[in-house]
């Protein structure tokens, strides 16, 4: 494994009680790619997720991870359930179980941890929410917390599993906004599984899944790309505040280009959000 990969998987086959789903797969992800899987529904795309995970093991082949990765520096923001949506949680509980460790049938966190969930609440602009009940909020607050919850492990990588499936088209574009803007200042990988191909033609690289196989690994022209997230962004007319409602007040006058151009040293001369009084 080289020095800048993280995940190099050798002609993996994966599935379940014996059944494959995905055969012959070569990939390697490297220190942040930004990629996007993309396939019909029941491809395997949510399969691979898991096998990258770690959740499942290979039939065949074999799947390496970083020494990095491999002390759990790894962000998960799952497709929600309607299970997950109505956890009777307070969104701190949420957040901080993305960082519990076990000791024997305990579950802990450490008092960095909490701060670091504390602060990542924060920067999303929820802090004032962190007492509240995860169930009673809107679709868009849940996702912040989903994003709070991937961040709190200080993830080398972070994995999105249709992180925007259940949203409406403006606040989809804010979460992948938000997960871009955060993954390119901590210096993040990013892989996202999506069904929309609008969502994922901002991807520095598009792996399409089809019939169980990778039928294509694409890097995009470096213009393309950047041509693709302006047209995306453009709708948002600089409100990247994600929740809509809860968005007004938000708004920052950005032209369409400067929207683009997420990353330093446009991003990082965005007011932060601050949490509200």
Known sequence: MKDNELIVCRDVSLGYEGKSVLTDLDL?????????????NGSGKSTLMRGLLGLIQP?????????????GAIGYLPQQTRAQRDFPATVLEVVLSGCLNRQGLHFFYTPAQ??????????????????ACYRDLS????????IARALV???KIIFADEPTGNLDSITSKQVLYRMLQISKQMGTTFVMVTHEPELASCA?????ILDGK??????????TRERNREALFASLEGNMRIGGDSASG?????????LASYAAPAAAAQQPEQPKP
């Open 139 to 146: 679709g868009g607050q849940q996702q912040r917390v989903g």
């Open 204 to 208: 520095d690289r598009i792996i399409t």
């Open 214 to 223: 990778v039928q294509s690994d694409v890097v995009q022209d470096p213009a």
């Open 153 to 155: 492990v200080d993830p």
């Open 28 to 40: 390697t992800i490297a220190k942040g790619d930004y990629l996007c899987v993309v396939g019909d």
């Open 250 to 258: 938000e708004v920052h006058q950005k032209t369409a280009a400067e």
């Open 114 to 131: 909490r701060s670091e969930a504390m602060m990542n609440l924060g920067k999303l602009g929820i802090l004032e929410l962190k007492d």
């Open 59 to 71: 039939q065949s082949g074999t799947i390496e991870h970083a020494p990095a990765l491999k002390h």
